[in-house]
């Protein structure tokens, strides 16, 4: 009898292990752009860039409208870092967009080319409904960092190889960010381009003769918005001013600086008007930087050294 019932049972084993062994193994592997797609909850889509890299746009870091970011991946995965980027824009105005264009698009470009995995953040403006000033800025980087931190390792992002970049006030956030022990862990580097020095704006009379910031406050308009918007529409305390006065934070233990600024330091054009892109980019601020960084014996480099994307994959590659 149970010769019987094995005769007629061994059809369908031998019917299994043929369906078994014809199946391709490869449709039971999820592809790394599977897995960012279901961490991210977004399907890649059509990169800026036109470059080969996985391109995910306006993700969520926070509760925040303007706490999106976009996230480039290598195709493959197995990225040697991460760059998470901020733009530029006196923390008033433009967007993460404006990153995709010169000259920071060639940079990505190389950065993508040897698997850098890029994050390109907006955050809130100055003007943002419940912004308290320049310190919720500079605390959505911290934001950003966090979130980065929790997915990280689903993307196959080493958190240990975090390198942290912007623009003008972008450069601000990164630098805020990048050089507080209790926000930097894992962060090898910070670039700074058309950087301010510190967000504690009386900081900067020493920087440039004959500047008073009272003085432009009462005589240039668009100066004593932004300064009244800087710390939340009310004179600063000395609490406010050293909690934004980021030069102070540096020290041996921080992330290597790449600084970089252009302008020179005559802010007052010929007919008293007041040259804020001197004001707000003069080479006096990564002056003092690199000296306060010197002086902690702190690395630095700059653009007569290498270029951003060559200091970030040496930093990388180490």
Request: aromatic letters at 10%; charged letters at 20%; a negative charge.
């Amino acid at each position: 009898k149970n010769s019987s019932i094995m005769k007629k049972i061994a059809p369908f084993f031998l019917l299994f292990i043929i369906l078994s062994c014809g199946s391709d193994d490869n449709d039971l592997v999820e592809t790394y752009e599977e897995r960012a797609t279901t961490v991210l909850n977004k399907s890649p889509e059509a990169n800026p860039l036109e470059d080969s890299s996985l391109f995910f746009s306006n993700l969520s870091y926070g509760s925040a409208e303007r706490n999106t970011y976009d996230i480039f991946l290598p195709k493959d995965g197995a990225p040697i870092g991460v760059v998470l980027f901020f733009h530029g824009g006196s923390f008033l105005f433009n967007d993460k967009s404006d990153t995709y264009e010169a000259p920071f698009d060639d940079i990505i470009k190389s950065l993508l080319s040897q698997k850098v995995a890029i994050v390109n953040a907006n955050y809130s403006y100055l003007t943002s409904p419940n912004s308290e000033g320049v310190i919720t800025s500079l605390s959505d980087g911290t934001l950003l960092l966090n979130h980065i931190r929790s997915i990280a390792s689903s993307i196959d992002i080493d958190v240990n190889k975090m390198i942290l970049g912007g623009a003008s006030s972008g450069a601000g956030i990164a630098l805020w960010n990048g050089l507080q022990a209790e926000h930097n862990a894992g962060v090898i580097g910070v670039v700074a381009i058309e950087t301010q020095s510190t967000y504690n704006l009386y900081d900067w009379e020493p920087l440039f003769m004959d500047l008073s910031i009272d003085t432009i406050t009462q005589s240039s308009t668009e100066f004593q918005t932004l300064f009244s918007l800087f710390y939340g529409g009310i004179v600063p305390t000395q609490e406010q001013l050293d909690a934004v006065d980021f030069i102070n934070f540096i020290d041996s233990t921080d992330p290597d600086l790449y600084l970089f600024n252009t302008a020179g330091n005559i802010f007052l054009n010929a007919d008293g008007t007041i040259d804020l892109n001197v004001l707000y980019h003069s080479r006096a601020h990564t002056d003092t930087l690199r000296g306060k960084a010197i002086a902690e014996g702190l690395e630095n480099s700059g653009a007569y050294q290498e270029t951003p994307d060559a200091f970030v994959l040496r930093l990388l590659k180490q």
